[in-house]
């Protein structure tokens, strides 16, 4: 199965193309060699909710991916609403990948409670929001790639309940 991912970055510095996106060229590497993951959409915005709340809908409605892999915006900081555009496009709440991530990444940096990140479901599509920095990035993913397959099987239709591809 090959499944179709967009990844989109919210980041002011970002958005104004001050930095190089290392942090979606991790996504991108990741996805393509751990699930053979093909990215057919990646946007770049800035940490407006508006803006990451049309991304997202415009890549779950019309692009129609599996996954969307967002990065950055889940702290702390005012200017930080990933999680709350995602909370308002999402039909329902899979929080186990958002919590698996916090558990996981606790054992690399305190600092792991710091991320507001959420995970859902639009539609046919799972959400789930990365923090910002490339190494953030690398272990948030790490700690549930091995189920994403499964996962997205189950989301679309293409696996039954039992971990194997229905006939
Ligand atoms: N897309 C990205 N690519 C590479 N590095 C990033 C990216 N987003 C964040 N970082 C880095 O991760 C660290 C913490 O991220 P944080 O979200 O606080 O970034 P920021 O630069 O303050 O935010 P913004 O990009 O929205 O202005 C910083 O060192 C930042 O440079
Ligand atoms: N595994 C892991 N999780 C992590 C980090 C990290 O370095 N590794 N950084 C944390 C930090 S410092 C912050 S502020 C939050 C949110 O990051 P964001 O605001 O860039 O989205 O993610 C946290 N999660």
Do not use: C
């Amino acid at each position: 199965m090959r499944w179709k991912v967009a990844i989109l970055t919210a980041s002011d510095r970002g958005s104004l193309g001050e930095r190089e996106d290392t942090s979606a060229q991790v996504i991108r590497e990741l996805i393509e060699e751990e699930i053979n993951g093909e990215i057919i959409e990646y946007r770049v915005v800035p940490d407006e909710k508006d803006e990451i709340m049309a991304a997202l809908i415009e890549m779950t409605d019309y692009f129609k991916v599996d996954l969307i892999l967002t990065t950055g915006g889940t702290g702390l900081a005012l200017r930080d609403v990933t999680p709350e555009a995602t909370l308002s496009v999402i039909d329902r709440q899979a929080p186990g990948f958002a919590e698996a991530m916090r558990m996981i990444s606790m054992q690399k940096t305190p600092r792991a409670m710091l991320s507001r990140a959420v995970s859902g479901i639009r539609s046919r599509t799972l959400i789930i929001n990365l923090p910002g920095s490339p190494k953030g990035v690398s272990e948030n993913l790490a700690a549930i790639m091995e189920q994403l397959p499964h996962a997205l099987g189950i989301l679309t239709g293409r696996e039954g309940d039992h971990g194997y591809e229905e006939a």
